[in-house]
C-alpha cells in the first residue's frame, strides 16, 4: 500500500502532471494540499479517468486540501473542531474499513510583506496547530489508526533547510512552532519519513526563486504520519524529488511511504 503526500500548489495548473505522477507511480492514497479549487472546478472526472475517487474542502483561489483513493471512501469530515469561524479550507477527513485519512495544509504564519510587525498570521498558525494536536489526539483514542498527511509548514530541525541562519524569526523555524509540531511525535503517531531517515538531508520544497531547485536550496515541509500500531507495516518512506524537475512543476515534491496490507 503506496501512501503519498503532496502540495500541488493548483490541482489545475497542475493537472498534467498529477496525471502523470497517478499513471507512474499509481499510489493507493494521495493527500493533496493548496488545490486551490472548489467543488466546481476540480477535476473530479480527469482523476477519476485515472482510477481516483476525490474528496476534497475546496476554497476559490486559496488553500484547499484533497484526499484521493483507488477505492471508496466514507464519512467525510471538513470542519475541524475547537476553532470558530474558521473560513480556510485546511483540513478533510475520510475513512475507510479499516483507516482514518486526514490531509492538512498549515497555515503558514508569516506576516505580510506591507507590515512586518503583523502578528497575527502566526497567532492563527499556532491556534490552528494547537487545536489540530487536540484533535488528533482525541482520534487516537478510537481504535482504528490514523494515516495524516500534509503541507506541515514546520522546519523541524536546522538541517531540514539549505541555511538555517537564513531563516531566523521566520514563522516556519520559531521554537514556539517546532513545539506544536513535536506534540504530534509525542501521540502514539509514527513520522514514516524520519522513522526510517532520522538525520539524513531531505528536501521537500524548493521555492521558484533564484533556481533554487537547481542549486538544492530546499527545505523539508512535508510528511507523512501514521498511528504507531501501524510501524510494524512501514516498510520504505521517501521522496519523489523527480517530479519538482519535471515539465509545469509544484515547488514541492510528493512526499511518499509504503506500507504492508491489511
Known amino acids: 500500500m503506496q501512501i503519498v503526500s503532496w502540495n500541488v500548489a493548483s490541482v489545475r495548473a497542475r493537472l498534467p502532471l498529477l ?49 484521493l483513493s483507488k477505492k471508496d471512501l466514507q464519512n467525510q469530515v471538513i ?10 479550507a485546511r483540513f478533510v477527513q ?14 503558514n504564519g508569516n506576516p505580510p510583506l506591507n507590515d512586518l ?16 494536536n487536540n ?26 533547510v539549505y541555511d538555517a541562519q537564513l531563516f ?5 523555524i520559531l521554537p514556539s512552532v517546532r513545539a506544536q509540531f513535536s506534540q504530534l511525535e509525542c501521540m502514539p503517531l ?9 538525520t539524513e538531508k531531505l528536501y521537500s520544497f524548493w521555492d521558484f526563486q533564484q533556481g533554487a531547485a537547481q542549486r538544492n536550496m530546499g527545505m523539508l515541509l512535508d510528511y507523512i504520519f501514521i498511528s504507531s500500531i501501524l510501524k510494524d507495516k512501514l516498510y520504505k ?19 511518499y511511504c509504503f506500507l504492508d496490507d491489511f
Open 19 to 67: 496525471k502523470t505522477f497517478l499513471c507512474e507511480e499509481k499510489p493507493d492514497i494521495v493527500f493533496l494540499q493548496e488545490i486551490k479549487a472548489t467543488s466546481e472546478n476540480f477535476p473530479f472526472s480527469e482523476l477519476k479517468k485515472c482510477g481516483y475517487r476525490s474528496y476534497i474542502h475546496g476554497q476559490k483561489g486559496f488553500n484547499g486540501v484533497a484526499v
Open 79 to 88: 470542519d475541524m473542531p475547537a476553532i470558530s469561524g474558521d473560513i480556510q
Open 94 to 107: 475520510v475513512e475507510d474499513d479499516n483507516l482514518i485519512y486526514i490531509s492538512v495544509y498549515v497555515p
Open 117 to 132: 510587525k503583523d502578528t497575527s498570521r502566526l497567532a492563527y498558525k499556532l491556534e490552528w496547530m494547537q487545536a489540530f
Open 135 to 160: 484533535y488528533v489526539h482525541q482520534l487516537s483514542t478510537c481504535q482504528k489508526p490514523i494515516v495524516i498527511g500534509g503541507d506541515f509548514n514546520v522546519i523541524v530541525h536546522d538541517f531540514d
Open 168 to 172: 531566523q524569526g521566520n514563522a516556519l
Open 190 to 198: 509514527i513520522n514514516t519519513l524520519r522513522y526510517l531517515h532520522p
Open 237 to 255: 518512506s521517501g521522496i519523489y524529488k523527480q517530479y519538482r524537475f519535471m515539465e509545469k512543476p509544484s515547488d514541492h515534491a510528493p512526499v
